[in-house]
């Protein structure tokens, strides 16, 4: 094993060590039409990336305001750190934006059930964990 290799299996391990949250991450199937309650409701995820333990975290500390339709949304980015060693479910089949991220667990009650929608996804062999950033469109 070469210093680098050690140096990067510690920083895995530290970086493992933070990682007090479960969260699940998922690509949402196509809308379903409830006809008893006439709205349409989220179908089953199509494909299901993760789920297990992670860290989320706010990656900026300024909110941005913005126009949704006739509503103002404030958005809130996160960065969400994986496991370095987690694998995709199939190959080629990578996270992209518009895939939403659930957390189902944490020691901050407060996180429990938020629903993040993944922007980006960083990918390096040299990392300490899998990085995803999201946002939070309440």
């Known amino acids: 094993m070469t210093a680098l290799e050690a140096a990067l299996a510690a920083g895995r391990a530290e970086a493992e060590a933070l990682m007090r949250d479960t969260v699940t991450m998922y ?22 990336f993760y789920s297990g333990r992670a ?5 900026q500390l300024a909110d941005a305001e ?3 339709g006739e509503r103002e949304v404030t958005l809130r980015q996160y960065k969400v750190s994986l496991p370095f060693s987690t694998d995709l479910p199939a190959p080629g089949e ?9 957390v189902t667990a944490s020691p901050d009650a407060r996180l429990v059930g938020l629903r993040l ?17 999201a946002e939070d469109r309440s």
């Open 94 to 102: 990578r996270p992209k934006p518009g895939d939403v991220l659930e």
């Open 27 to 48: 690509r949402p199937g196509p809308d379903v039409f409830d006809r008893v309650t006439s709205n349409s409701v989220p179908g089953p995820p199509e494909v299901t």
């Open 117 to 133: 929608w993944v922007t980006g996804v960083q990918y390096s062999g040299t990392s300490t964990a899998w990085r995803i950033i």
């Open 55 to 59: 860290r989320v975290k706010p990656d």
């Open 66 to 68: 913005v126009q949704a």
